[in-house]
């Protein structure tokens, strides 16, 4: 007998050991893929922060933290899920209920900024000033107001956008993380899906920081001359169509 509980105990742990590196593998496959496939991990920070003019340095901070949010939420889920023996089921029900709230409010968000952005160009559009100089002659000049000119409101506004973007993935989930990830590898040790989440999480928030960085650099390459005042309405309409790519393609 104990002969055998020595064998069965080696064995498990062998099974143990080869698992929890597959399930790793795995996590980082699946992190690449379920980021690369979303547009919504990467396409709101590359448009708002053109729009909104962020330094490079800001927008891969603020897209770091909303990927830092947005992993955090499913493994503490996860995490809890398991400890408490939750059915694989409720938190599979959970998760999609959170990723269409989270579309849903990307949607709102996309589309208020959009409205906001038209406005904003309509407002901003070019216009003629005549003045009539000493000599008597006539002469127009036409300008734009630049986003300097801005009011004070819209200026205090804007800090807001980061905060609003970071909620909305704090609520968005990682749907593949807990059911084809965490909880095999919680059948095998706490350490095991521990390790798997990480690596999940580093492959997700990696992606996510470098897609954006290159996409910021190469459209910063882009002159867009005139449409430089519908840069806000065509983020805001992106941003609203990434909503609605995950709430009706199930990106």
């Excluded at 939420?73 to 999609?96: D, M, N, P, V």
């Excluded at 300008?143 to 909305?168: D, G, N, Y």
């Amino acid at each position: 007998m104990r002969w055998t509980f020595k064998t069965a105990s080696r064995n498990l742990r062998g099974h143990m050991t080869e698992a929890i590196p597959i399930l790793a593998g795995t996590a980082a496959l699946i992190g690449l893929g379920h980021t690369l496939a979303g547009p919504d991990h990467y396409l709101p920070f590359i448009v708002m922060g053109k729009a909104r003019k962020w330094s490079m340095p800001k927008t891969m901070w603020i897209t770091f933290l909303c990927g830092l949010g947005h992993v955090l939420g499913s493994i503490l889920l996860g995490l809890i899920g398991a400890a408490l023996g939750i059915a694989l089921s409720k938190l599979e029900w959970f998760e999609a209920w959170r990723g269409n709230l989270a579309a849903q409010l990307l949607m709102i968000f996309g589309f208020t900024y959009c409205v906001w952005g038209i406005h904003r160009a309509i407002k901003n559009r070019p216009h003629s000033h005549a003045h009539v100089h000493e000599n008597g002659t006539l002469h127009t000049h036409k300008h734009t107001h630049s986003m300097e000119h801005a009011h004070p409101h819209e200026q205090k506004v804007r800090p807001i956008t980061p905060w609003i973007l970071f909620t909305i993935f704090v609520l968005g989930p990682c749907e593949p993380l807990i059911p084809l990830i965490m909880y095999p590898a919680a059948e095998h040790s706490w350490w095991g899906m521990l390790l798997v989440a990480s690596i999940f999480a580093v492959a997700t928030i990696s992606t996510m920081m470098g897609v954006v960085l290159a996409a910021s650099w190469g459209i910063r390459l882009v002159p867009i001359g005139t449409f430089e005042r519908y840069t806000h309405a065509l983020a805001g309409a992106a941003i609203c169509l990434s909503g609605m790519a995950i709430q009706f393609l199930g990106l």
